[in-house]
């Protein structure tokens, strides 16, 4: 019968006392419950620091994001004006096929010829937790281009989400048809101005 080594004669072989040896199997051992309160509660606070930043982060991605859209459907709906000789419009679309009454611009929104109705490009459903709409003389759900490009009257689309007023962005269309990135001019409390010079407002939660 093999004989099982007397714990002193495993420890000699090693150069270890056997004192030594119990002491290193002792430490064989998951976390202990205080070792396992103390990782909780890091991970805790870095989840905590974590999430507001990276929801501040999506959010202003998605701001950017809307007036990009916006502001390529503008150039859109300008060039292909001056480039066919004819009007067109940039108008809120739910469907893809046609303009949508209505002043929510989060339900997408496309450039068409006005006389033809031809869908010249589209662009698609912005996330629900924006507010997207246009501020301007007549209707807020369409913006006419004529034949030469321009609008004839000054324009503003705002983008919002629960952030508040201070963290909008704007985008300002003038009568030439060309559109501009909405500053604080006054840079009092850091909300951008509309084409009338008045700081946007958010809709109240």
């Not at 913006?143 to 952030?163: E, H, I, P, W």
């Amino acid at each position: 019968m093999r004989q099982v080594a007397e714990p002193q004669t495993v420890a000699s072989q090693y150069g270890l006392s056997a004192g030594r040896a119990r002491a290193s199997y002792g430490h064989a051992h998951g976390f202990t419950l205080l070792e396992l309160l103390v990782v909780i509660s890091i991970a805790s606070i870095l989840v905590l620091i974590a999430v507001p930043s990276f929801v501040d982060s999506t959010q202003r991605t998605n701001r950017n994001a809307a007036v990009t859209a916006l502001a390529d459907a503008i150039s859109v709906a300008r060039s292909e004006a001056l480039g066919r000789g004819t009007a067109t419009v940039l108008c809120a679309s739910s469907t893809g096929t046609g303009c949508t009454a209505g002043a929510d611009w989060n339900v997408g929104f496309l450039v068409a010829e006005t006389q033809s109705g031809d869908v010249l490009q589209v662009w698609q459903t912005l996330p629900d937790t924006m507010s997207v709409w246009l501020e301007t003389t007549g209707d807020a759900d369409k913006l006419f281009f004529q034949a030469d490009g321009m609008t004839y009257k000054n324009s503003t689309y705002v983008v919002c989400d629960d952030s508040g007023d201070a963290n909008a962005r704007a985008l300002v269309v003038g009568y030439s048809g060309l559109s501009r990135i909405a500053v604080d001019s006054g840079d009092d409390d850091q909300t951008v101005e509309n084409h009338t010079g008045n700081d946007v407002e958010c809709p109240s939660a």
